[in-house]
């Protein structure tokens, strides 16, 4: 199978803890939401304190967790919002 | 006259009078201005500063369709939204929204309805910097320690 690097922009939290705000996961092609959350886990285990509750976000919209992912797409991920 | 909704994420002081002017129309009887400003005490605990961050492209898209979901319930005429980031002391503004419509039920409303929504959707944080020197990411369904 085929692996893909998809870039995802972090924020917040999850940005100080992988101390940057853009990331590579290896990701196997056709994966999905699902599937980054686990490659992420493994990948880059100083999100653990966050990872139950990171949010998804592709092309600047929540993503939901069958949404298939590739290359061309925004991807992004963040803890829980607190704006306002 | 179509008046074109306004949305901005700015890393200046946020002119609510400015944003206001923006929404104010002969065709309405109501302008209603929600600001947020930066509090010192919560939960006992005092705040020196906030840090705010956005993912802007987002924070635009979301805040847009927020505008769209108002307008299928209230007849807005228009609404204005400025939220800022960076760090602010305290009393400083951090949002504003203002909203215009032919009456001040529908504008209140309205106005509520897109500052509640904000604050659950729209992807926008804020860091605590504590009176004790410490700080805190506030991620509302993290619950740490």
């Known amino acids: ?84 | 006259m179509i008046t074109p909704d306004y949305i901005s994420i700015i890393d200046q002081p946020i002119d609510y009078t400015a944003i206001t002017e923006r929404v104010r129309s002969n065709e309405c009887g109501a302008v209603v201005l929600f600001m947020g400003t930066v509090r010192e005490m919560t939960a006992g605990r005092q705040t020196v500063a906030l840090d705010y961050e956005a993912y802007p492209e987002m924070a635009h898209q979301t805040l847009q369709q927020l505008i769209t979901e108002a307008r299928t319930q209230w007849p807005v005429h228009a609404v204005a939204i400025e939220h800022r980031v960076g760090h602010l002391a305290l009393g400083e503004i951090s949002v504003a929204i203002a909203v215009s419509s032919p009456h001040r039920k529908q504008a209140f409303e309205a106005g509520r309805f897109l500052i509640d929504r904000l604050k659950e959707i729209v992807p926008i944080w804020k860091k605590e910097n504590w009176s004790d020197g410490t700080t805190e990411w506030e991620h509302p369904e993290i619950k740490t320690k």
């Open chain 1, 1 to 84: 199978m085929t692996v893909q690097q998809i870039q995802v922009r972090l924020f917040a939290r999850a940005r100080e803890l992988a101390e940057s705000d853009l990331i590579s996961v290896a990701l196997t092609e056709g994966a999905t939401v699902v599937d980054l959350r686990r490659a992420m886990a493994e990948q880059y285990p100083q999100l653990q304190p966050v990872s139950s509750q990171l949010l998804i976000a592709v092309d600047n919209a929540y993503a939901g967790e069958d949404q298939v992912l590739n290359q061309q797409q925004e991807v992004a991920c963040f803890p829980p919002v607190s704006g306002g």
